[in-house]
T-cell receptor, first 113, second 110 residues
Framework: GDSVTQMEGPVTLSEEAFLTINCTYTATGYPSLFWYVQYPGEGLQLLLKATKADDKGSNKGFEATYRKETTSFHLEKGSVQVSDSAVYFCALSEGGQGGKLIFGQGTELSVKP | DTAVSQTPKYLVTQMGNDKSIKCEQNLGHDTMYWYKQDSKKFLKIMFSYNNKELIINETVPNRFSPKSPDKAHLNLHINSLELGDSAVYFC?????????FGPGTRLLVL
């Protein structure tokens, strides 16, 4: 079945460092891809999404490009802040009525001042 | 003006008890979901409802029974709670493929 694999965490960076969190997927069709963020003690918030190959999703300085040839959707940010400390989840949607999200295992990011 | 809300936020109970978690969305979405997040933060779909009809039941034990009285509500009832049910349960609703999550219910079974 469809699956999502993310890089292992935790990832620890200094403020203003460059961030990359790798995400690759396996899917039989053409899924939509998402990044969600979970701040400590909170629910998941949609960070960005892309619905077809070569689309770039972006929000709050984060970007990810849907790469069909490498089945990847890596998350990047040029300069992280302490407030970006959270768990980041890559996910794909199988689409269709009531289509479920399939999540990667999550990557914890800790940004130090 | 909370979009997806859940009650209670925390639930501590004894093994063998029966408990319910409620979810409401005011986004006008037709589809709602329950996900379970385990202690390692892994998230897995449990159920999906579309316009009050069950669409997905992801091999969840029969002790878990979702109920959707109308398309804005999806409640989760759990019978005979077990230690392994301890987790965070998230409700979500969706517009097309984008899902919006509630704040979660942290269930601890003692």
């Amino acid at each position: 079945g469809d699956s999502v694999t993310q890089m292992e965490g935790p990832v620890t960076l200094s403020e203003e460092a460059f961030l990359t969190i790798n995400c690759t997927y396996t899917a039989t069709g053409y899924p939509s891809l998402f990044w969600y963020v979970q701040y400590p003690g909170e629910g998941l918030q949609l960070l960005l999404k892309a619905t077809k190959a070569d689309d770039k999703g972006s929000n709050k300085g984060f970007e990810a490009t849907y790469r069909k040839e490498t089945t990847s959707f890596h998350l990047e940010k040029g300069s992280v802040q302490v407030s970006d400390s959270a768990v980041y989840f890559c996910a794909l949607s199988e689409g269709g009525q009531g289509g479920k999200l399939i999540f990667g295992q999550g990557t914890e990011l800790s940004v130090k001042p | 003006d909370t979009a997806v809300s859940q009650t209670p936020k925390y639930l501590v109970t004894q093994m063998g008890n029966d408990k319910s978690i409620k979810c409401e969305q005011n986004l006008g979405h037709d589809t709602m979901y329950w996900y379970k997040q385990d202690s390692k933060k892994f998230l897995k779909i449990m159920f999906s409802y579309n316009n009050k009809e069950l669409i997905i039941n992801e091999t969840v034990p029969n002790r878990f029974s979702p109920k959707s009285p109308d398309k804005a509500h999806l409640n989760l009832h759990i019978n005979s709670l077990e230690l392994g049910d301890s987790a965070v349960y998230f409700c979500a609703s969706s517009h097309q493929e984008t899902q919006y999550f509630g704040p979660g219910t942290r269930l601890l079974v003692l």
